[in-house]
T-cell receptor, first 115, second 114 residues
């Protein structure tokens, strides 16, 4: 299994509070991603990173920000959590393979509940 | 815009029966295609992937998938399902713009009856 950890694994918070989720990898992969998973929607990309300090928006980035100050860590921040951000959040990593894009490997997920 | 459609939200099969999960994609060029499996409370695990070459791809756990360009499909198959195959299955396509981004389908939840 790819060395990806997410913390915390579960979190309950209140509307309006800031929340930071952490993704840590030990694979030295260049690309890192944050997804949210909701019933009926599969996984949707929030933000991604293609190197230290290099990040960009995904499909559902409103209300989220990210930072990557080291290769191994990718942080997702909800500046002011809302109930619509209740979801399961997955981090993923990948590298560019010799023949093209390589597999994305996923972390165990963080279940976030916003009351 | 790129998209992935998994027409079946839920499928129930009997143990030992064959399985086919459907996936259709929208993409102009030759796509990069993936199937992932998610067991309850777990992250996603890659079953198989198609980049080029042989259109019939073998994966882990006895799964295979066939790329059909004319039908824009990448259906997942298994000849004999085991109770442990009960999970959610996601089809994904590599997104334009690089950076190994993926676009996922909504998933198909598989239940297996003994």
């Amino acid at each position: 299994d790819a060395g990806i950890t997410q913390s915390p694994r579960h979190k309950v918070t209140e509307t309006g509070t800031p929340v930071t989720l952490r993704c840590h990898q030990t694979e030295n992969h260049r690309y890192m991603y944050w997804y949210r998973q909701d019933p009926g929607h599969g996984l949707r990309l929030i933000h991604y990173s293609y190197g230290v300090k290099d990040t960009d928006k995904g499909e559902v980035s409103d209300g989220y920000s990210v930072s990557r100050s080291k290769t191994e860590d990718f942080l997702l921040t909800l500046e002011s959590a809302t109930s619509s951000q209740t979801s399961v959040y997955f981090c993923a990593i990948s590298e560019w393979g010799t023949g093209g894009p390589d597999t994305q490997y996923f972390g165990p997920g963080t279940r976030l509940t916003v009351l | 815009a790129q998209s992935v459609t998994q027409p079946d939200i839920h499928i129930t099969v009997s143990e030992g029966a064959s399985l086919e999960l459907r996936c259709n994609y929208s993409y102009g060029a030759t796509p990069y295609l993936f199937w992932y499996v998610q067991s309850p409370g777990q992250g996603l695990q890659l079953l198989l992937k198609y980049f080029s070459g042989d259109t019939l791809v073998q994966g882990i756990k006895g799964f295979e998938a066939e790329f059909k360009r004319s039908q824009s499909s990448f259906n997942l198959r298994k000849p004999s399902v085991h109770w442990s195959d009960a999970a959610e299955y996601f089809c994904a396509v590599g997104a334009v713009g690089g950076y190994n981004k993926l676009i996922f389908g909504a998933g198909t939840r598989l239940a297996v009856h003994p």
